[in-house]
C-alpha cells in the first residue's frame, strides 16, 4: 500500500544483521559470540544508583527539564577536561552512532565518495548506504607504502569517475570487527592523504580506552585538529543503555551537527547527561574502567588460548590489543553466512564478517565478540563452534 | 574552510529562534513567555527517585545494556494499552521531534510537499526545510468548506507543477503556536482529503492529555489507523528531559522508520525507558497529570484574565482549551520580530509568530507560553508586555 510513499533514501535502508540476529534468538539462551554487548558485570548498579540520587539532589528538576542542543555544560566541560580540548569543540551527542549518523547527514549528497577500512564498522556503513553514499572499501596492509598506495589508487579512481570523496571513516583502535589497531605512522599517512586532497576523516573511538596491553597510540584528531572529527561513546566504557557520547571538532563543523541536532531531537536526554558527568567527575568512571579493563583483559586471554587449543588447523585471528572483538579467516571457499543457520541451530552465533565488507569480500571471515559473555561460556562456546569448524573444514 | 565540504541539505538547515533566545538569555533572568518548557513544578522528584530506584531493583543490569530498537517491550506495551491499539504498531522514539525528523526521512525526497496549518511548529518546519521539502501552509478558516477548499486549491497547485504531496502534519490538539484544535469534522475532513488525494497524515499529539476544558476529540488516527502516523511526548506529561516519544502507525511503515531508527541511534535510552514504563504503569503518570492539568489550567486562567485586563485595544488572542500557548495578534503593521529586542532589553521575551509561518505570514503575531511561569512572573510580565505594547501600537 505504502511502496510508493517513500523516500529514495528509504530505498536504501538495509537492516543490520546483527539486530536480525537479536530479534530471532534469546542472546543468553545461546553461546553468543555475535553483538557487541558490553559485559552487565562491568554496570556499576551501586554507583549508578548513587549518583543518580545524587544528581536529583544537585540539579533538581533542572535534570528533567529540555537543555542545550549541545548538550549539558557539565558533561561537555568534563570530556573536554577528559580529553584536552576546549569546550567549544564538544558536541554531545544522543549515542555515537547519532555521532556517525550526522556527519553523514551534514557532509554526503547521493553518490559521495566515504572511504572506509575493509571490513568496517556495519553500523556505518548502514548509515552511509542509508545516505546513498558510494562506499569505497580499503583492506588494510602492513607495508605503509603499499597500504598508502592503495588508497591512491582508489581516490584517484574516484577522481577519475568526476566524484568526490567527503570523508575517511576509521576506527583507529581495536577496530570493530578486526580488533586491529592503525600504527602511528599509519594514522599519519592517512591524515597526510585528507591534507593532499582536501577531505575529512571520521574517527570512531569507542573502544580507545578499553587497552589491555601495548601503549596508546595517538588520536588522529591530534594529528590534524582541523581536519578530523573524532567521535567517542559512554557505551563501553560507562553503559550503553544511556545512548550518549561525543564529537569532537572544528566548532565551524560542529555548528552544522549543531543545528543538525536541533530539528533531529532537540537535545539529548538531560538527566542521563547529568549522571554521566558526576559519574566522569567523581572519579568512579576510571574505577569502574579499571575493572572492566582487567575483566576484558582475562575474557580476551581466554579466547586466544582456547582457539589455539581447539580450532581446526586453517583457521586464523587477529590477536587484539583491546575493544571487544577478534576476527577469524577461515578456508578459503568457507562461507559464514550459509554456514550461520548450522551454528545457530547448535547454539552458537557470531557476526559473518561478510557483512562489515562494503565490497562483498571476507565471505570466509567471522567476528567474535568476547566482552558479552562469561568465561565459563566463552570456553563451552569456543569449543562448540571448533568442533561444528572442524566437520566444516 | 569548510564551505564546499557541506551536504546540499546542510545548505538548508536553519537555526530555530527559540533555541537562539535560549542561548543569548537566561530565561529564568527574564520574563519568558518564549520557549515550550512544561513548568518544572510539575515534575514529580520524589516519585521519579523512587521509580528510578524500583527500575535499577527489578531489572537491574537490563535497564544500562542495549536494547530493541522499537524500544523496550515494557514500554512500548504501557504505550499500546494507554492508547486502545495493538503494540506491533509502537514504536519508541528518543524525543517526539525524532518521530517528526524520521518520518520526513522515510517519506520525503527534496522537493517534493508537506502540507502543513500555517501557523505550525517551528521544530518540524526546521525538520521539514532541513530535507529540503517543499513546505506549503494552509491557514485555519472557520467554514468547513472554505477550510476544505483552501486545502483542494493548494493541492491543485501542487498537482498542476507536478510535484507530490507526500504528507499533511497537522497538531489537532492545541496546536503550537496557537494553542487552536480541529474539530472533528475538520479532522475527518482532513483525512477524507488523505484519503482522496492519497497520502499520510503525521499527527502530533503532544499536548493531548493537557485539556483544561471541552471534551476529547478523537485522534485523527482513529479515524483511519493505515494512514496517520500518529505521534506522541512524554515531555508535556511527564519530563521533557527524558527525551521520550512514540509513534503509532501502520506496521509497514514502522518497519521504514525501525530500519532507519537502527542507523540513527540503534534505541533509544534504555533506563530512561524503563522508568517511564514504570510511571505509566504504576498510575503515577496519571496522578501527575491531574496536578499538572490543574497547574496549568490556573495559569491559562490567570493570563486570559491579564490579557483582558491590560492588553491595549487592537489586540487580539486565541483562547485555548488546553496545551501550553496562545497566540496574540496585533495590529496590522506592527513588527513583532523587530520589535523583539525592545521586549528583550526590558526584561520580556515571547516568540514572534512569522517564525511559525511557512509562508512569511503572521508578522504581527506572537506566541506566549504560559506554562514555564509561576504565576506571580506571569502577572509582572503580561503587565509588562502589555505596557510595552501601548506605548508601540
Known amino acids: 500500500m505504502y511502496d510508493n510513499m517513500f523516500s529514495e533514501d528509504a ?145 584517484a579512481q574516484v577522481k577519475a569517475e568526476g566524484k568526490v570523496v567527503k570523508f575517511l571513516y576509521m576506527i583507529p583502535d581495536f577496530q570493530n570487527p578486526s580488533g586491529e589497531s592503525l600504527t602511528l605512522e599509519e594514522r599519519r599517512m592517512l591524515v597526510g592523504l585528507a591534507q593532499k586532497h582536501d577531505f575529512l576523516i571520521v574517527e570512531d573511538s569507542p573502544y580507545r580506552e578499553l587497552r589491555y596491553e601495548g601503549e596508546h597510540v595517538p588520536v588522529m584528531y591530534s594529528i590534524d585538529p582541523d581536519r578530523v572529527i573524532h567521535l567517542g561513546s559512554f557505551s563501553k566504557i560507562f553503559a550503553p543503555g544511556f545512548r550518549l557520547g561525543w564529537a569532537i571538532a572544528h566548532p565551524e563543523i560542529l555548528d552544522k551537527i549543531y543545528v543538525c541536532k536541533q530539528s533531529l531531537d532537540l537535545c539529548p536526554p538531560i538527566f542521563d547527561q547529568y549522571v554521566a558527568a558526576e559519574f566522569l567527575e567523581s572519579g568512579r568512571l576510571d574505577e569502574n574502567l579499571v575493572r572492566s579493563i582487567a575483566l576484558y583483559k582475562g575474557k580476551r586471554d581466554l579466547l586466544l588460548g582456547l582457539l589455539e587449543r581447539h580450532m581446526p588447523a586453517g583457521v586464523r585471528w587477529t590477536r587484539p590489543e583491546g575493544g571487544l572483538f577478534l576476527f577469524l579467516t577461515l578456508p578459503e571457499g568457507f562461507e559464514a553466512v550459509k554456514f550461520y543457520d548450522k551454528a545457530l541451530d547448535a547454539g552458537v552465533a557470531y557476526v559473518a564478517g561478510e557483512f562489515f565488507h562494503p565490497d562483498g569480500n571476507g565471505k570466509n571471515t567471522m567476528r567474535l565478540n568476547f566482552s558479552f559473555m562469561s568465561e565459563d561460556r566463552i570456553a563451552e562456546g569456543v569449543k562448540l563452534l571448533a568442533e561444528l569448524l572442524g566437520k566444516e573444514i
Not at 46 to 75: C, H, N, W
Not at 92 to 109: A, E, F, K, P
Open 11 to 155: 530505498g536504501s535502508f538495509f537492516r543490520s544483521p546483527v539486530r536480525e540476529i537479536f530479534k530471532r534468538v534469546d542472546l543468553n539462551a545461546i553461546y553468543s559470540f555475535a553483538g557487541g554487548y558490553p559485559s552487565a558485570e562491568t554496570f556499576p548498579l551501586e554507583d549508578i544508583r548513587r549518583t543518580m540520587s545524587e544528581v536529583i539532589e544537585k540539579y533538581g528538576s533542572k535534570a528533567f527539564q529540555y537543555g542545550a542542543t549541545q548538550g549539558v555544560p557539565e558533561l561537555r566541560q568534563a570530556v573536554a577536561k577528559r580529553y584536552g580540548v576546549p569546550v567549544e569543540r564538544v558536541q554531545i551527542t544522543s549515542s555515537s552512532q547519532q555521532g556517525i549518523d550526522v556527519c553523514t547527514r551534514v557532509l554526503v549528497n547521493p553518490g559521495d565518495v566515504i572511504l572506509t577500512s575493509s571490513p568496517s564498522y556495519l553500523g556505518a556503513l548502514q548509515s552511509f548506504r542509508s545516505y546513498r553514499a558510494d562506499i569505497r572499501g580499503v583492506a588494510h596492509i602492513s607495508d605503509l607504502e603499499a597500504f598508502k598506495e592503495a588508497y591512491e589508487e582508489v581516490i
